[in-house]
Structure formats: C-alpha cells, structure tokens
C-alpha cells in the first residue's frame, strides 16, 4: 500500500515539473494583463509563470510576451486568448519572414526619392546597409547605425532611448522612435519595439517612412494583429506602386490575409508582389508563401 502511495507520488511530482516545464514566462506586459484561475482573473507581472493551457486577457490597449525555451508568443491588442492555441499558431511562418525582413529593412526603400526632403537622409535611395545622415542630430544618428549594423541591438536601444529623452524636436523624436523600434526588435523584443513605433507620426517624405511601415506592419504580423497591419499596408500600396519595399508590403498582406483565413486574397497578395521583380530576395520568399496555397506563379 505504501509502495502505491509512492508511485503516486512520484507520478504527481513528474507531471508537475512536465508541466512546469512547458509553462511560458512572462518577458513583457504593459496595460492590464491578466490570466484565468479558479478564482477569477489574476494579474500578471514580469517573471511570472503561465500555464500552457491557460487563458490570459490583455485590456485598456496593453501587450504581453511569453517565451519558452525559442518560442516567443506576443499579443499586441486587446482580447481572451487561449496560450494553447497561439502556441498552436506558431508554426505559422511569420516569425522566419520577419527575421529575413529585419536583415534587410535598412535598404528598403521606396521606387523613387522624394524630393525636396529637408535634413534627416541623404542618400538613402542608395540602397546601401548604412545610412547617411545629414542634420544637428548627425553624430546621435550615425553612432546608433552603426551599433545597428553591428548586431549590437540592445546597446542601440540603450543610446536611443537616452536621445529620445533629450530631443529638441518631434521630427527628431520621430525618426529616433523609429530606429528604437528597429533596435528593439532586433533585440527580439517585439512588443517593445510596438511601443516605439507607437511614438512615431511619420511624413511620408522622410526617406525613413517605408522602413517605418514595413516595421510596425511586421511587428503587428508577429502579434497576430492582422487587420492593422492590413490598415497601413495598404495605403502604403496604393501610393507606392512598385519598388521592393511594395513587394515586402504584399508579401505582409499575403501573410495577414492568410492569418484571417483568407487564401484567396493571400493567393493575390503573393502573386501581385511576386511579379513585380521576381529576380529578389523578396520574389523568393513570397514563393516559399505561394506553394503553401494552390498554384505556383
């Protein structure tokens, strides 16, 4: 009888840490958090352990990240979302698009310069991975590309985040909130970056305004936040018909359309973006999108 007690104890023990185990950690939340329990809703902090069938509901425009060993769930609106089914959802390539995006979003640029632009780049129409800057703020901006370049995200963010404080003007504020966004999420750290991207009223005319686009579109793609990223890729669209930062922006609604279950409007996005130059880097990674629905281009 006692040996029975014991192998039921030893069982109890080894599903607890099992499930221990698969449980995410909270990495990130701003605005109301919380998880469900038998006592209701709980309030979540940084640090804290969720359960891998548990129900978590964001509120008053909060955010939350979850990670788990290489998995990273983010949640960028409001809602009751169930963990085991955007763990389910991550085998969704979305993250792998967004990696190859963030790579090369400092060349990303519309088809053509837009005149008469005043201080911020010059020379971005390029195309190259460095960026020149060319106003008051010139030694803050390079110093931050240059740690951009160099992989050294947190570092970038750290500095940035110091300027954003002691900036003079919103213009200025602007475009640093924008390369805090790209730090941050070289970093990693989607929801942090959304954050930052929040800040950012951008003009169309900044030469910086398609990498800005790009971003938060793909930011809210990782967050699963479909209809926004839709809501600013496609003004993006209709005023920038062509050029590589176009073709990311179809492969981006593509991807939102099939995240709503929509795999015909996919099917169109992938093929309109595919042919506006299937000789890129781009053109391959909307191919790897189109063999995932019916027909190849």
Not at 28 to 33: A, E, L
Request: charged letters at 20%; one cysteine or more.
């Amino acid at each position: 009888m006692r040996r029975t007690a014991a192998l039921v104890a030893i069982l109890v023990a080894v599903c607890a840490v099992g499930a221990s185990a698969q449980a995410f950690t909270v990495d990130y939340r701003d605005g109301t958090v919380e998880v469900q329990t038998a006592r209701g809703w709980t309030a979540l902090s940084i640090g804290d352990r969720v359960a891998a069938d548990a129900t978590v509901r964001i509120s008053r425009q909060g955010s939350l990240e979850l990670s788990r060993a290489r998995t990273k769930i983010t949640l960028l609106k409001d809602g009751v979302f169930s963990i085991a089914g955007l763990a389910k959802d991550l085998a969704f390539p979305a993250e792998t698009v967004g990696t190859a995006i963030a790579r090369k979003l400092q060349t990303l640029v519309t088809e053509k310069p837009v005149a008469g632009t005043s201080g911020g780049v010059r020379g971005a129409e390029q195309g190259s991975t460095s960026v020149t800057w060319a106003d008051e703020n010139d030694e803050t901006r390079s110093q931050a590309q240059a740690l951009l370049d160099a992989g050294k995200y947190q570092q970038a963010a750290a500095m940035l985040s110091d300027a954003i404080g002691s900036s003079g003007t919103d213009t200025d504020t602007g475009e640093l909130s924008y390369l805090l966004g790209v730090a941050c999420y070289g970093a990693g750290q989607t929801a942090k970056a959304f954050r930052a991207l929040g800040r950012v009223n951008a003009d169309p005319g900044a030469p910086w305004y398609a990498r800005y686009v790009i971003l938060k579109a793909q930011v809210l793609v990782d967050g699963r936040n479909y209809p926004d990223a839709l809501g600013s890729l496609l003004p993006f669209i209709s005023a920038h018909p062509t050029g590589e930062a176009t073709q990311v922006a179809w492969l981006l609604c593509g991807i939102c359309h099939r995240g709503l279950g929509d795999e015909a409007a996919a099917t169109t996005d992938f093929d309109a973006g595919y042919r506006l130059d299937p000789s890129t880097d781009t053109a391959k990674l909307i191919d790897r999108q189109w063999h995932m629905t019916e027909g190849t281009p």
